[in-house]
């Protein structure tokens, strides 16, 4: 059984940023794919951007030149660094995981990962 947990949520003017961080624990491989989700109110949950085992990324449109997805395998943790924030940003911020292999055209498709974090919201 995985646990994820997100933080980093709040607040903030549009042009701003803020950074997620989602911690693994559990039954976790650092070998498991990793991603961000996120929930408008009243749309349903979308995909922001994944992250492999080797570090390769994909991003949605929405998300790219403005949103950094990395990790740290020490750490067993996920990031989103968000910049250049726009109100059309807020929403419920989701981490997910599962194991490897995700072909890359999946990666950001919700039904692809059993596992979820609670959510952090973020507002601009």
């Known amino acids: 059984h995985v646990q994820l947990v997100e933080s980093g949520g709040g607040s903030v003017q549009a042009g701003g940023s803020l950074r997620l961080s989602c911690v693994a624990s559990?039954?976790?491989?650092?070998?498991?794919?990793m991603a961000w989700f996120r929930r408008p109110s009243g749309r349903e949950r979308e995909g922001v951007a994944a992250?492999?085992?080797?570090?390769?990324?994909t991003y949605a449109d929405s998300a790219k030149g403005r949103f950094t997805i990395s990790r740290d395998s020490t750490k067993n943790t996920l990031y989103l660094q968000m910049g250049s924030l726009k109100p059309e940003d807020t929403a419920m911020y989701y981490c997910?995981?599962?194991?490897?292999?995700?072909?890359?055209?999946?990666?950001?498709?919700?039904?692809?990962?059993?596992?979820w974090g609670q959510g952090t919201q973020v507002t601009v």
């Open positions: 997910a995981a599962d194991e490897p292999p995700i072909p890359q055209s999946y990666l950001l498709y919700e039904h692809i990962y059993r596992f």
């Open positions: 559990g039954y976790w491989s650092n070998s498991n794919c």
């Open positions: 992250i492999e085992d080797d570090g390769s990324t």
